[in-house]
């Protein structure tokens, strides 16, 4: 997976590590950067959110602009008749760079928003109360910092669609960000009886609106066709949609003789075991989850949907010319869609 990021970023002209450079290198930032440091020594998430943007490769965090940078090159100029031709560089417009970083930053502001803790539930251990009350205020002016940042560099794009667009994008965010928190104080915690469709539905909103959503927009600013917008559209989806699967899978497939890895109730392999097995025998084997659920068919099938979703992804890059971006956009999915 690093590979594959290293040869797409070569492909867009510069590392996608700098994408909210300006952003991040601003004086507001560099103070708030100076308040953070101050949660040192407690168990605030914020801390560990702030580290990730730093040391993390691991994540690739920037993956979405990424992506948006890639799809923006594969399509390549549109044939209608732009006043700013001139404007591209590398075969991607400024107003798509832009774009690429306006993801991001919506991104990194939901993610420093997800970093509040329910003060209810602290332990002594996690540090001293006013640390961590004054880490969730951090936490929450930081993320509106940066979504500010995202919404004053989408209007400078003057574009009614595509703020309509990302718009729309913030508010699957919310709604996703919501339902999962309605409906649990803690992830791991046992949740209503979901099936793999209402799965798909809530994933899209959290995991997949922003990235499918950024594509289209990437298309809609080169002016290209409703049909190239909704190719790039469909890539982002169901990319971002083999993304999560994948990252499921891990606690799964992952050959390893260390203590067993966390994993979520609401994955999509216990999800589908629980379809396979039934909800009465899920009950019951709730304290052996992982074991159970290693040997039913809930991981086969998360692999076999985790490869249908990337195939409909590599599908709709067949509408894009052949090129290096297209083959590094290929090559992501192949990254998520490879196991053990």
Same mark, same amino acid.
């Given at each position: 997976?690093?590979?594959?990021?290293?040869?797409?970023?070569?492909?867009?002209?510069?590392?996608?590590?700098?994408?909210?450079?300006?952003?991040?290198?601003?004086?507001?930032?560099?103070?708030?950067?100076?308040?953070?440091?101050?949660?040192?020594?407690?168990?605030?998430?914020?801390?560990?959110?702030?580290?990730?943007?730093?040391?993390?490769?691991?994540?690739?965090?920037?993956?979405?602009?990424?992506?948006?940078?890639?799809?923006?090159?594969?399509?390549?100029?549109?044939?209608?008749?732009?006043?700013?031709?001139?404007?591209?560089?590398?075969?991607?417009?400024?107003?798509?760079?832009?774009?690429?970083?306006?993801?991001?930053?919506?991104?990194?502001?939901?993610?420093?928003?997800?970093?509040?803790?329910?003060?209810?539930?602290?332990?002594?251990?996690?540090?001293?109360?006013?640390?961590?009350?004054?880490?969730?205020?951090?936490?929450? $002016?930081?993320?509106?910092? *940066? @979504? +500010?940042?995202? %919404?004053?560099?989408?209007?400078? =794009?003057?574009?009614?669609?595509?703020?309509?667009?990302?718009?729309?994008?913030?508010?699957?965010?919310?709604?996703?960000?919501?339902?999962?928190?309605?409906?649990?104080?803690?992830?791991?915690?046992?949740?209503?009886?979901?099936?793999?469709?209402?799965?798909?539905?809530?994933?899209? $909103?959290?995991?997949?609106? *922003? @990235? +499918?959503?950024? %594509?289209?927009?990437?298309?809609? =600013?080169?002016?290209?066709?409703?049909?190239?917008?909704?190719?790039?559209?469909?890539?982002?989806?169901?990319?971002?949609?083999?993304?999560?699967?994948?990252?499921?899978?891990?606690?799964?497939?992952?050959?390893?003789?260390?203590?067993?890895?966390?994993?979520?109730?609401?994955?999509?392999?216990?999800?589908?075991?629980?379809?396979?097995?039934?909800?009465?025998?899920?009950?019951?084997?709730?304290?052996?989850?992982?074991?159970?659920?290693?040997?039913?068919?809930?991981?086969?099938?998360?692999?076999?949907?985790?490869?249908?979703?990337?195939?409909?992804?590599?599908?709709?890059?067949?509408?894009?010319?052949?090129?290096?971006?297209?083959?590094?956009?290929?090559?992501?999915?192949?990254?998520?869609?490879?196991?053990?």
């Amino acid at each position: 997976w690093s590979q594959v990021v290293s040869e797409a970023e070569k492909i867009v002209g510069y590392p996608t590590s700098f994408m909210s450079l300006r952003c991040l290198l601003s004086d507001e930032l560099s103070n708030i950067a100076m308040q953070v440091r101050k949660l040192v020594g407690t168990k605030h998430p914020l801390l560990d959110t702030a580290r990730g943007f730093v040391y993390d490769s691991r994540n690739n965090l920037q993956m979405r602009g990424l992506v948006v940078l890639l799809i923006s090159k594969a399509a390549g100029p549109s044939t209608a008749e732009l006043s700013f031709q001139h404007d591209m560089v590398s075969g991607i417009y400024s107003s798509q760079r832009s774009l690429a970083e306006i993801t991001e930053l919506i991104h990194t502001a939901f993610l420093v928003h997800r970093g509040i803790v329910n003060i209810g539930e602290l332990k002594s251990c996690d540090g001293p109360l006013k640390d961590m009350q004054f880490g969730n205020k951090m936490a929450v $002016l930081s993320g509106d910092f *940066l @979504l +500010a940042n995202a %919404c004053t560099s989408l209007a400078q =794009l003057q574009n009614t669609k595509v703020v309509e667009l990302i718009s729309s994008a913030i508010g699957d965010l919310v709604q996703g960000i919501y339902y999962e928190n309605s409906k649990s104080s803690e992830e791991n915690c046992l949740t209503d009886d979901i099936g793999i469709s209402r799965w798909k539905e809530q994933v899209f $909103l959290r995991h997949s609106a *922003l @990235l +499918a959503k950024s %594509c289209q927009a990437a298309m809609e =600013l080169a002016k290209h066709s409703a049909e190239i917008q909704d190719m790039a559209f469909q890539y982002g989806k169901h990319m971002s949609m083999s993304h999560k699967l994948h990252s499921d899978l891990q606690p799964f497939v992952k050959e390893t003789s260390s203590d067993a890895m966390a994993f979520s109730l609401n994955s999509a392999p216990a999800i589908l075991h629980q379809e396979f097995c039934g909800r009465e025998a899920w009950l019951k084997q709730i304290r052996e989850l992982q074991e159970a659920i290693k040997a039913g068919k809930g991981v086969t099938s998360a692999i076999d949907l985790c490869r249908c979703h990337g195939n409909r992804a590599l599908a709709a890059l067949e509408r894009f010319p052949p090129s290096e971006a297209r083959d590094a956009l290929a090559n992501i999915v192949y990254a998520v869609t490879r196991f053990p």
